[in-house]
């Protein structure tokens, strides 16, 4: 299956854009979207993954990868749903996480082989919302998950905060 990847490069630039986890703070966050703005569609169904790099303080947007074939989310899939699945997969290397409307359980269990962290949203929600609170946990206290995240990829993290959590 091919993907068709967009990517802003900046004026100046030559190079193409790394794909590995960015060291010092940063992580790649993928959301699947229809409307670039919303997290509002189904792993398997997702016309457009929006992949943002994050920090605490800033983030900005990475790349668009989009799909031509792409499921009718009624939980039944296609003879071709198996390579939908992995190309949707292939495509996260290097994103730390994955904020989905929805994800079954055989896909979500691959894209944690896969070294991502699948986090499914109740409802949905626009991506400057999710991209806000995910900043407010790096900054804070974060959850263990999100803390083994950040120290992957170089974040700052005080370890000093979570000596209580082990007593």
Known sequence: MAVRTLR??????????????????????????????????????????????????????????????????????????????????????GCALLFVKAIGGPAAAKVVRANVHPIKLPQEETIADVIERVQGMMKGNPPPWLRKIMLQTGGQVDEMAFMDDEE
């Open 8 to 93: 802003l490069v900046e004026e100046g630039d030559s190079v193409m854009l790394d794909r590995r986890p960015v060291k010092g703070g940063h992580m790649r966050v993928a959301f699947t979207t229809s409307d670039m703005k919303t997290v509002n569609a189904h792993f398997a169904g997702a016309k457009t993954i929006a992949v943002y790099e994050i920090s605490q303080d800033d983030s900005r947007f990475v790349e668009a990868l989009q799909f031509e074939n792409k499921s009718g989310e009624e939980g039944k899939h296609g003879d071709d749903g198996e390579e939908r699945i992995n190309a949707r997969i292939r495509s996260l290397e």
